[in-house]
């Protein structure tokens, strides 16, 4: 390799492992996720009386400077 930071270059293509080739992962654990909906609608009911994000103190000062009125 003609490259002048050698070590940062990307190995050859036939020296290249599975996960550099872009093949598709082999060893995933579908079953996991789909034991966990259960707990997530759990979660989501658990946080439903709870209300968005909280009005900021300086909110309507900052919509009072951009609004328009009289004489704007």
Known sequence: MSAPN??????DPERQT???QQEPPSSGNITSQLKGSSEQSRQEAQQGGLTSNPKHILEDVEAKKFTKGPGN
Do not use: K, L, T, Y
Request: hydrophobic letters at 10%; charged letters at 10%.
């Open 6 to 11: 050698q070590g940062r270059q990307s190995p």
């Open 18 to 20: 599975g996960a550099q």
